[in-house]
């Protein structure tokens, strides 16, 4: 016991000793962080899977394993960011900063731009364990664009504590266990000061925190688990690091609910009824879509099929709200800042905004605009955003379809069937960068039926 507090009593003066080294110093965050380290000041993940097998594979099939080398990421950062970054030099600093918070580990070696994945470096790792257990801070009053403190070392940081392993010493924290700590990278100010990521703020603003539910009660979930195989104790309220999000479609399925009632059951042909979709966010603690906003596709097609079986695309209603437009589905061009980055033929102007969603479908959507006024879905080269008509945290909006039933409709039941289809990218951008089909391919989140009797 002596011993014990001896030892409490020198690590507490050695503390000391290391703030007052720093005193007058603040931490280095965000852009500063650039180059003050080198690879081998953090421990690979396959050295944490020695003992904490569970959590390293149930990482390793998270997207933070994948934030730099998956497919669509590299194609973004090398075909988009970086070169457009090597023709306008404001964009350097930020094709660096991709790097703080895809693979924080390369941007902190000051490796930037990174290898290409498949030359297998370091860089691969993405958002590894030992950058987030050696986080020790944040920039409380800039929480965005990386702005974490790091002291990569042989001590981690968690928020359990415990007891010190053979591979490390262990601190206790009470900031891994807050929102906040996601906030770092999943809020992002871009050089023309504009939110072009701001999950965190979405979630303060709305219902989840007011009831202290973090980012980790639905992404790191507590389930019963071995934290580390040495210690040999189980416990129930391991946290799971899934991170579970928009490219695990279990995840997306049946985030929002979808259903359908009409103004009037029976109705003579000639005749206008209204349907009402309700569209209710009912499980994500943020707006969906978040995150990766410019990039994503949320829209609810409806159509009606008679007994005879032809079938009628309904258009949603115009509510008449400023930027409507962007809303519903058209055939506009968007996507003219590729000119720029790719070197494109001056004659080449755009792509289909919204790709091959059926024209007058509703999409759930804040549209990102260049400098020039046109969509992009470059977050970098957004200097302004258009009307947000996402899905907000258990809000529930209301779509309406007036239909007046045409003559040739077969009398008897019509069924109306509502879907609500998501793509992480819209398929346009994606076919022309030759991003894989599981970026564009349609996924559903939910679909509702309803029947009214057409009368002769
Ligand atoms: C994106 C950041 C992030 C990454 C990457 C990450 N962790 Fe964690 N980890 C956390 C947070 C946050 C907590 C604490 C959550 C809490 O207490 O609410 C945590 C908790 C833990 C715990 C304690 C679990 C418990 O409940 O007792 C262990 C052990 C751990 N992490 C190991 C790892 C290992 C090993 C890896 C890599 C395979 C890893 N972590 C990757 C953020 C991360
Ligand atoms: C030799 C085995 C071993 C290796 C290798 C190892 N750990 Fe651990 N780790 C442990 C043990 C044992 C515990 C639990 C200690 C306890 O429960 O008191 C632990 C606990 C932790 C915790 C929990 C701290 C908390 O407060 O919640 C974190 C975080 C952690 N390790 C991170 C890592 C990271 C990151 C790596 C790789 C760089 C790593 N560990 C490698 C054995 C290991
Ligand atoms: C060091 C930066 C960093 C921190 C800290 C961080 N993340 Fe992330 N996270 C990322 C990046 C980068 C991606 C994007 C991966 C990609 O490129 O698709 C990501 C992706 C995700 C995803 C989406 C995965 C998917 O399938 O779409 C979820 C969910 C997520 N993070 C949750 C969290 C939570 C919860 C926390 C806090 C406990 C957190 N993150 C902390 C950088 C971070
Ligand atoms: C009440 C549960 C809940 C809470 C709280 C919550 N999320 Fe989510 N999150 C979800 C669900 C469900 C999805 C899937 C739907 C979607 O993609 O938006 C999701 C998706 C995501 C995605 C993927 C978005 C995309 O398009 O790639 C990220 C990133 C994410 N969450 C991060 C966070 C962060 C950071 C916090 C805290 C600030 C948080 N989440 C809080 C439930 C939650
Ligand atoms: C502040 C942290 C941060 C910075 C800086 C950042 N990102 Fe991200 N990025 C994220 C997070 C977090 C996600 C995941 C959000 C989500 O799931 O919707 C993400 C998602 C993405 C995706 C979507 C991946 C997918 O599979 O759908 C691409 C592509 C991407 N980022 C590229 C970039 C590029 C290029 C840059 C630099 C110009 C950059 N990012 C800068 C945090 C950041």
Known sequence: MKLRLAMVFLLAIAAAALVSADEGELPKFGDA???????????????C????????????????????????DEIEYFELAVAHSKKNPKFKPVADGCNGCHTPVAFMAGDTPPPRPSENSRANESVSCDVCHTITGYNE????????????????????????????????????????FCANCHNEKNPWGIWVKSTYNEWLEGPYSKEGVQCHECHMPKG??????????????????LFHGAHIESKTRGAIDVVVHPNMGEVPAGEAVTFFAHVFNQKAGHKIPTGSVEDRLLYLH???????????HLPVDKKGFEGEEYTIASKALAYQDFKEMMDLPAEWNGLPRDGNVPEGDRIFRMPYFDEQGNVTV?????????????????????????????????????????TLNYRL????????????????????????????????
């Open 33 to 47: 962080l650039h180059g003050t380290q080198k690879y081998d000041d953090f421990e690979r993940p396959e050295k």
């Open 49 to 72: 899977r020695q003992c904490h097998i569970e959590i390293y594979y149930q990482w390793d099939q998270s997207w933070m394993s994948k934030a730099y080398d998956s497919p669509w």
């Open 141 to 180: 009053s800039a929480l965005f664009n990386f702005s974490y403190y790091v002291n990569p070392g042989r001590t981690k940081y968690g928020s359990r504590g415990g007891n010190n392993s053979p591979a490390h010493d262990l601190v206790k924290t009470d900031i891994h266990k807050a929102a906040k």
């Open 224 to 241: 019963e688990g071995r934290r580390a195989l040495t210690d040999g104790k189980t416990y129930d309220d391991m946290r799971q690091h």
């Open 302 to 312: 409806v159509e009606a099929i008679d007994s005879a079986g032809t079938v009628y």
């Open 378 to 418: 470059a977050q970098w080269n957004t200097a302004k955003l258009g009307v947000d008509y996402r899905v907000g945290p258990r809000e529930d909006k209301i779509e309406t379809y007036t239909w007046e039933i045409p003559y040739e409709v077969a009398p008897g039941p019509v069924t109306i069937t509502a």
């Open 425 to 456: 990218l819209v398929d346009s951008v994606a076919r022309f960068l030759k991003v894989p089909e599981m970026y564009y391919k349609d996924r559903l989140i939910n679909e509702y039926s309803t029947t009214i009797e057409v009368l002769p």
